[in-house]
């Protein structure tokens, strides 16, 4: 079945960097794209941009620029989120999903989640 | 891009119906058919139950139905199940080529 996994929990200080993994399976990695979302403490989904499988060209949402990286390696079909210089109000849980090319609105399915804790 | 506005909370008793709205703007739930809605009970990761306002993917009940009117969309859970019992976010395409999610409905089965 179709599946995404992401890496597990991390705890980092202020300054630092994190790369979340999503590896995915069960479908043809190039036909959908992998997006990203945040989810802080209490809040509602946030969406950060997404990644295209083809190109490898990612797309980022007002907000999520120039700390925040998106990339694939697409020989072990997995697609990372890194991002640098972390603040305490990077604290979430950050999601992996796959979508349809077009923008149809169908992230389905999510990645259980990665929770990043930023905390001296 | 403001978030779409959904109420905090609805309630119902157990095979009530309860419908959850979400209020958007012509800039995104009004200019595309391309809302979908998202379960996420608590602790575990969102969930597609409607895409493009009314379609459900397959596995998910035919107790889940969306609509929409305008820059508004709705869910409606009919017959509700204490296992509905969640967190519940509309979602829509926008003009600017990004997705926006709503600002969440907690669904409690009295």
């Known amino acids: 079945q179709v599946q995404l996994v992401q890496s597990g929990s991390e705890l980092k200080e202020p300054g630092a960097s994190v790369k979340v993994s999503c590896k995915t399976s069960?479908?043809?990695?190039?036909?959908?794209?992998v997006n990203w979302v945040r989810q802080a403490p209490g809040q509602g989904p946030e969406w950060m941009g997404w990644?295209?499988?083809?190109?490898?060209?990612?797309t980022y949402v007002q907000g999520f620029t120039g700390r925040y990286v998106f990339s694939l390696d697409t020989s072990v079909r997995t697609a990372y989120l890194q991002i640098s210089s972390l603040k305490t109000e990077d604290t979430a849980v950050y999601y992996c999903?796959?979508?349809?090319?077009?923008?149809?609105?169908?992230?389905?399915?999510w990645g259980q989640g990665t929770l990043v804790t930023v905390s001296s | 891009q403001s978030a779409l506005t959904q109420p905090p909370s609805v309630s119902g008793s157990p095979g009530q119906s309860v419908t959850i709205s979400c209020t958007g703007t012509?800039?995104?739930?009004?200019?595309?058919?391309?809302v979908s809605w998202y379960q996420q009970p608590p602790g575990t990761a969102p969930k597609l139950i409607i895409y493009?306002?009314?379609n459900r993917p397959s596995g998910v009940p035919d107790r889940f139905s969306g609509s929409k009117s305008g820059n508004a969309a709705s869910l409606t859970i009919s017959g509700l199940q204490a296992e509905d019992e969640a967190d519940y976010y509309c979602?829509?395409?926008?003009?600017?080529?990004?997705?926006?999610f709503g600002t969440g409905t907690k669904v409690a089965v009295l």
């Open positions: 999903a796959r979508d349809t090319y077009g923008g149809r609105s169908m992230l389905d399915p």
């Open positions: 069960g479908y043809t990695f190039s036909s959908y794209t």
């Open positions: 990644i295209n499988t083809n190109t490898g060209i990612p």
């Open positions: 012509s800039s995104d739930v009004g200019s595309y058919n391309r």
């Open positions: 493009e306002v009314s």
């Open positions: 979602s829509s395409y926008t003009t600017s080529s990004t997705y926006v």
